[in-house]
């Protein structure tokens, strides 16, 4: 079992940047792949990055390509997606997922889900 719990969120203006954590419980988590995904109001919930569990392996949603960075730190239990120049678009509710299978970018893959936090970025 893993729980997690996202951080990080708020209102930016456009052009800003933001950091979300995901911290995660258990001893297991370096052995999961970790996930960032994103819901927009009356929108479906999308994948934003995966990363794998090494970290060797990243994946991007075309829109956030060259913007956020997905990350984590297995001694500290934690993932990361830095967002950089962040659009009015992006606002959304951002939500961390862990993969027991260890990389994946199918929504349904996802095993473990935090929370969610809101990013609001205004124009």
């Known amino acids: 079992q893993v729980q997690l719990v996202e951080s990080g969120g708020g209102l930016v203006q456009a052009g800003g940047s933001l950091r979300l954590s995901c911290a995660a419980s258990g001893r297991s988590f370096s052995n999961y792949g970790m996930g960032w995904f994103r819901q927009a109001p009356g929108k479906a919930r999308n994948i934003v990055a995966a990363i794998s569990w090494s970290g060797g392996s990243t994946y991007y949603a075309d829109s956030v390509k060259g913007r956020f960075t997905i990350s984590r730190d297995n001694a500290k239990n934690t993932a990361y997606l830095q967002m950089n120049s962040l659009k009015p678009e992006d606002t959304a509710v951002y939500y961390c997922?862990?993969?027991?299978?260890?990389?994946?970018?199918?929504?349904?893959?996802?095993?473990?889900w935090g929370q969610g936090t809101q990013v609001t970025v205004s124009s």
């Open positions: 997922a862990a993969d027991r299978n260890g990389f994946t970018t199918r929504l349904e893959g996802y095993d473990y």
